[in-house]
């Protein structure tokens, strides 16, 4: 632990531990932004993130990942703090999408060809992709982030999530899939898109099928298809 | 390599986690399968969306001047 009690290097630490640090701010922001899914939780977030790793950095071992061990440490104020909290967006059509991402799998399963997604990708705008994302399971969501838009790799991810990596590579088969489907449910205009467009939601499942009781925030444990 | 098995690894392949010589051998099945040819470059652009078109949030100039005044190095300099 830094204390005031060892005086000058400490000093030098701290300024060390800035300047290594503080370059992964945007990263770890934006990661704690899309799993809070709002800018005051956000930057509570990074900032205990900042808090703690300066306070512990005597643990870090030098020549490792800093970037990693910022995320792992981020990993496990969010699970503290904010998991719990965690619910699924009111508005949210995880069902509808999981159900449907199901009956995908099934059909490859069955060695039919999926063809239409192909050129329904074409239609997928930004806010389609932001919106699948957020709406995301946190577990899959987490996967997601740290390996598509931060670039860490399967032994990271692993070492950040303390997870086996066969754990992280089924999170990820399974986040990817899931994430696809709902960009593609939200370009078909299912589901509410633009702000200022009439929601046109179909929800003719929700009300008969067994996916009604689904919650988006379960989670259940990828299992290859037979 | 078989089109199932391509199929299974596929994210391993876009991630940069396959062994050279698995590479090798999924390239080498994508020469003689269009379908398989099909569906990777499928989800190469499903990673172009991802990756390229999601927007990232920058850290706010506020959260940053908060982080480093509370260091305690800073406090004692200032």
């Known amino acids: 632990m830094l204390s005031a009690s060892r005086g000058e290097g400490t000093q030098e630490i701290g300024w060390d531990f800035e300047a290594l640090a503080m370059p992964y701010v945007d990263a770890l922001y934006n990661t704690a932004y899309r799993m809070t899914r709002n800018a005051e939780d956000a930057e509570d977030l990074v900032q205990e993130t900042y808090l703690k790793a300066y306070r512990y950095y005597d643990k870090f071992e030098e020549g490792t990942n800093l970037k990693a061990w910022l995320f792992k440490i981020m990993k496990n104020t969010f699970i503290n703090n904010y998991r719990r909290q965690q619910q699924a967006p009111p508005q949210s059509d995880f069902a509808e999408i999981e159900e449907s991402f199901e009956t995908s799998v099934s059909k490859e399963a069955t060695g039919q060809i999926k063809s239409p997604e192909e050129e329904l990708l074409e239609t997928v705008l930004d806010e389609h992709v932001q919106r699948a994302l957020d709406e995301l399971p946190a577990d899959y969501r987490m996967v997601v982030l740290l390996a598509d838009l931060e670039g860490f790799s399967y032994k990271e991810i692993a070492e950040i999530l303390e997870v086996p990596v066969g754990t992280v590579m089924s999170r990820l088969y399974r986040g990817r899939r899931l994430l696809e489907a709902a960009m593609l449910h939200y370009a078909q205009g299912r589901g509410y898109l633009k702000s200022g467009d009439q929601p046109h939601k179909m929800r003719s499942r929700a009300s008969s099928g067994e996916a009604s009781g689904k919650q988006a925030s379960e989670v259940k444990e990828f299992s290859e298809p037979a | ?78």
Do not use: Y
């Open chain 2, 1 to 78: 390599m078989d089109c199932k098995h391509l199929s299974e690894i596929v994210f391993l392949f876009f991630d940069n986690e396959l062994e050279e010589e698995a590479r090798r051998s999924v390239l080498e099945h994508l020469d003689g399968c269009p379908g398989c040819a099909r569906e990777m470059d499928h989800t190469r652009r499903f990673f172009i969306l991802v990756r390229q078109r999601c927007v990232r949030q920058s850290a706010p100039d506020h959260l940053r001047l908060r982080i480093l005044t509370s260091f305690p190095h800073r406090q004692r300099t200032a």
